[in-house]
């Protein structure tokens, strides 16, 4: 297990590189540039005033010389220094990443664990009415936009009927310390949650049923309802952790997506994380926020890449690891 986990993140190290440069050249092939944006909000396009910029942040140099400053800076986990707020990218991001780990988290457990739990539900009264309602149930969830949900979940839940907090990450003002800081962070985080959790448990819901009434039909099914055994436990025991294996690869595949994924969540609901940074940084062509954001992005979907790859071994033994 160690000899594979140690190849896969020398093949992680690589790609991620690869992703690096592959988003520098896309990023720098965009009309504009921070000098230019920049100079136009000073109100000043003086030729001047913009070889003035341009040779402040390196920006006057060929672009295989920047691509080399970069990946070298990378290289030694310096991803440089915002060009607008003038501040270290690894600071900016470390500030805002806890939130949007905890809304891309909460997000995922939520859709996890309703949608196994829905589908396995759904499998074990397949043509009965739960299973037409729970199956119709999550075809309304996975076909409905994002924003659609997010914008309903606003009106309902905050404007009409004044249960939670529509927007931010906690009260301003209110200086809440401890127990109660964290009960009001909570409260904040349940409406982004549930409606980015909301369209990832469809999927599962879906999954899991059609992935445990394949299981079902199998041979060593039959031979344990052939024993006597209690259809819970066939279910538990038998066709529910056989069946987890496609559901454990989508979701280690779409855990990394939700981080870097929640832009939109976090526009709509004010939430001061990464997404919203990443939305800023692009609006003002703030380059090396942007590529910071993108390659701490493209880190936790390699990371999450690999967390899936090791819990194989754990929803089943008989497959082997290799590097």
């Not at 270290?88 to 457990?109: G, K, M």
């Not at 499998?123 to 997010?150: E, N």
């Not at 990394?256 to 994380?273: D, H, K, N, S």
């Amino acid at each position: 297990m160690l000899r594979f986990i140690s190849g896969r993140l020398l093949k992680a190290a690589v790609i991620l590189i690869c992703i690096t440069v592959l988003n520098f050249f896309l990023i720098h092939a965009a009309p504009g540039d921070p000098a230019s944006v920049m100079a136009g909000e000073a109100g000043d396009a003086d030729p001047a005033f913009l070889q003035q910029l341009r040779e402040r942040f390196g920006l006057d140099q060929p672009l295989y010389v920047q691509l080399w400053i970069y990946v070298s800076s990378v290289l030694r986990l310096d991803l440089g220094d915002s060009y607008r707020q003038q501040l270290p990218v690894l600071q900016l991001i470390s500030e805002r990443l806890p939130a949007t780990l905890l809304l891309s988290l909460s997000a995922f457990v939520i859709s996890l664990g309703l949608g196994v739990a829905a589908g396995a539900f759904a499998s074990a009264r397949q043509g009965k009415w739960a299973d037409t309602i729970i199956s119709l149930v999550a075809l309304i969830f996975y076909a409905t936009p994002l924003f659609w949900l997010a914008l309903m979940g606003v009106l309902l839940f905050s404007v009409e009927l004044g249960w939670l907090p529509g927007f931010g990450y906690e009260t301003v003002g209110a200086n809440y310390t401890g127990v109660a800081r964290m009960l009001d962070i909570l409260r904040h985080l349940i409406l982004p949650a549930m409606t980015l959790g909301l369209f990832f448990m469809a999927v599962y819901a879906r999954m899991t049923r059609a992935s445990m009434l394949e299981v079902g039909r199998l041979d060593f099914v039959k031979t344990a309802k052939a024993k006597g055994l209690r259809p819970g436990i066939i279910q538990r025991r038998h066709v529910l952790r056989n069946a987890l294996l496609p559901v454990v690869t989508l979701a280690g595949l779409q855990a990394g997506q939700l981080v870097g994924g929640a832009v939109l969540i976090e526009t709509v609901f004010a939430w001061p994380g990464i997404g919203r940074l990443m939305f800023d940084a692009l609006s003002q062509r703030d380059y090396n926020l942007l590529l910071g954001v993108f390659v701490v992005s493209a880190a936790m979907v390699l990371l999450f890449n690999l967390i899936t790859d090791v819990l194989y071994r754990l929803v089943d033994p008989r497959i082997k690891v290799a590097s």
